[in-house]
Every structure is written in C-alpha cells, then in structure tokens.
C-alpha cells in the first residue's frame, strides 16, 4: 500500500509519522517560563545530532497555532535541561504532557523533584537518572504550522553514580522507555549485540 504525501490530511500524516518512526526516544525537558515556574514536557521528536561539540534536537509543534511553553521558554531564555527518564517514571512522563493551569508547575502537580543545574538556570528532575544541560545552538520553522526544530548544546551530562562505567552506560540499567504510535511506550526489549 503507498500514500502520496501530497494526498494526506495533516491528521494521516501524523499517524503515519508517528507509526513508521518508532521506537522514539522520549526527551523530558524542563524549561523555566518568564516568571521563573519550572516547565515539564515529553518530546519524542528527538534525537542527538553531533558529538564534537554534543548537540541533540527535538521538534516541538504548534498548539492551536501557538507556540507550546516549552518552545517559548527555550526562545526567551536559551536553554534547557533534557531530561532522561526510566520505567519507573513512565507515568510521570505522560502525565507531564498534560495541561495544567499557568500558575501550576508539572513539577511540583507531579510530586518531582529538582536539582540546580551547573552552568544554566533551569533546574534537571532528581529522580531521573541522566539530565542534560543544554544551550540552544539553533532554532529552524520547519513546515507550513511550523514546528520549530531546537537545537542545543549539551553543557554538561548528568549520569546517576554507578550507571556510566568508562563513560559507557548500560541501557538494561538506565532501563529506557520510548514512544511508539497511537498512546503507546515501549520498555527496553531483548539486546542484540553484533561485535
Ligand atoms: C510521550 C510523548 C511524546 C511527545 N512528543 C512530542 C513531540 O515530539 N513534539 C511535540 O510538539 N509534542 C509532543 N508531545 C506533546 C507535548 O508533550 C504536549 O503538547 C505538552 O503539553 C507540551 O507542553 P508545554 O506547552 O509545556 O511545552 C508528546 C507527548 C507525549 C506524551
């Protein structure tokens, strides 16, 4: 069966995306809004995108034509912490991609807490087991309700004690979770390893 894109309403587009390209990583990312209030949202756009220096992106939509306050936090202030999460924190993240009311911090509606970070402002979630601190390199409006393709630079990595060994982690022990069509995560399935 083919689809020409051109034929697609935006709704199958996004169905289709979002089905073809998975497992997606999750990016949990804390962001601090004008009045200094911790901002959480998952983003499953999301992936790393040079080493040297290390740059990761994610793909932040538009929300009743709006920019979402994770997309206008980064703008304003040029930061964010990307934060990791495990399975034990599943629930926490699809929760945090829920509304709340502006003066109603996810973090705090969710029972989390937070550590300063180093070089930035904007605090990492403590019960994640790995954070990154990053600067934005570059935002692109990508589309014609343009998704804004944010880019940082990662300052600093966080990896809880006991996880990275030689700078290498384990993903059984960071036990990941991922984002899959339709209302769908996935856990960490059988390893494949090929020397
Ligand atoms: C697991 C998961 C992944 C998501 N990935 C994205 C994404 O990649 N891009 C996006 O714009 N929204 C994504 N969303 C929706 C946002 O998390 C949601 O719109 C959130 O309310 C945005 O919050 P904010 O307005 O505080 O930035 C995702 C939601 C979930 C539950």
Request: glycine fraction near 6%.
């Amino acid at each position: 069966m083919d689809f020409d894109a051109s034929d697609l309403t935006l709704q199958q587009a996004y169905k289709l995306m979002t089905g073809v390209v998975v497992p997606r990583p999750i990016a949990w990312v804390s962001t601090l809004n004008a009045e200094g209030k911790i901002n959480l949202a998952p983003f499953s756009a999301f992936t790393f995108v040079s080493h040297a220096p290390p740059m990761i992106a994610i793909s932040v939509g538009m929300r009743n034509g709006d920019l979402k306050d994770t997309a206008r936090n980064i703008l304003a202030r040029k930061e964010f912490v990307v934060n990791v999460a495990n399975h034990a924190l599943l629930g926490a993240v699809h929760q945090s991609s829920f509304e709340y009311p502006p003066d109603v911090s996810e973090v705090d509606a969710l029972g989390l807490a937070v550590h300063p970070s180093h070089h930035i402002q904007t605090p990492r979630i403590a019960q994640a087991p790995a954070a990154l601190e990053c600067r934005l390199h570059q935002c692109l409006e990508l589309g014609r309700e343009p998704s804004r393709l944010i880019v940082g630079e990662v300052l600093r990595f966080h990896v809880r004690d006991g996880l990275a060994i030689d700078n290498k982690i384990t993903a059984a022990d960071l036990d990941p979770i991922s984002r899959l069509g339709g209302p769908n995560y996935a856990t960490l399935g059988k390893v494949v390893t090929i020397t």
